[in-house]
T-cell receptor, first 114, second 115 residues
Framework: KAGVTQTPRYLIKTRGQQVTLSCSPISGHRSVSWYQQTPGQGLQFLFE???????NKGNFPGRFSGRQFSNSRSEMNVSTLELGDSALYLC?????????????FGQGTRLTVV | GNSVTQMEGPVTLSEEAFLTINCTYTATGYPSLFWYVQYPGEGLQLLLKATKADDKGSNKGFEATYRKETTSFHLEKGSVQVSDSAVYFC??????????????FGKGITLSVRP
């Protein structure tokens, strides 16, 4: 069974640009969550989608947005990039939305803003 | 709100040494508890989990017991190997209501094992 696939693995963008990251969950998983990992702030929750609906959103500015498609694939978008957006962005998929369900993570997309 | 506190790192051990990584949490009710491991350049891998009080999660020689009375979920391994060198994260997910299942992570601790 294929794992969670995130593309691209690495990105370099300039301040002010926008970027779109993609996540394909494990087959059959309908919940997709996104997390930002930085050395200073650690792992922070961005948002969670289930059946194309955003269920939860973390404390991030409106420049961060996402969506989920009918095949459960998800994208997140960051507009007007800032240097502080440089981070590893991790996607996690789950079978459902229950709290005791295991989350499986992709390898992440390393975004560098210059 | 929910929070997870991990002991300060990094931790350096010799091969075959005993490992303990402390983790305590703050949450209402009975959250699910997890340990994730991150190898260099990789995403997170689930190491083990426990979903109710006194549950013991175990995997690859690692163990952790859900202690409600001390709100702790300490990770232990009897004999570490060089291949265990990685960053370890303790995490919780709220009580099984389905309303908010986001993971709250500790800051992580880097483990280095010397041959």
């Amino acid at each position: 069974k294929a794992g969670v696939t995130q593309t691209p693995r690495y990105l370099i963008k300039t301040r002010g640009q926008q970027v779109t990251l993609s996540c394909s969950p494990i087959s059959g998983h309908r919940s997709v969550s996104w997390y930002q990992q930085t050395p200073g702030q650690g792992l922070q929750f961005l948002f969670e989608y289930f059946s194309e609906t955003q269920r939860n959103k973390g404390n991030f500015p409106g420049r961060f947005s996402g969506r989920q498609f009918s095949n459960s694939r998800s994208e997140m978008n960051v507009s007007t990039l800032e240097l502080g957006d440089s981070a590893l962005y991790l996607c996690a998929s789950k079978l459902g939305v229950r709290g005791n369900t295991e989350a499986f993570f992709g390898q992440g997309t390393r975004l560098t803003v210059v | 709100g929910n929070s997870v506190t991990q002991m300060e790192g990094p931790v350096t051990l010799s091969e075959e040494a005993f490992l303990t990584i402390n983790c305590t949490y703050t949450a209402t009710g009975y959250p699910s508890l997890f340990w994730y491991v991150q190898y260099p350049g990789e995403g997170l891998q689930l190491l083990l989990k426990a979903t109710k009080a006194d549950d013991k999660g175990s995997n690859k020689g690692f163990e952790a017991t859900y202690r409600k009375e001390t709100t702790s979920f300490h990770l232990e391994k009897g004999s570490v190997q060089v291949s265990d060198s990685a960053v370890y994260f303790c995490a919780l997910s709220p009580q099984n209501t389905g309303a908010n299942s986001k993971l709250t992570f500790g800051k992580g601790i880097t483990l280095s094992v010397r041959p």
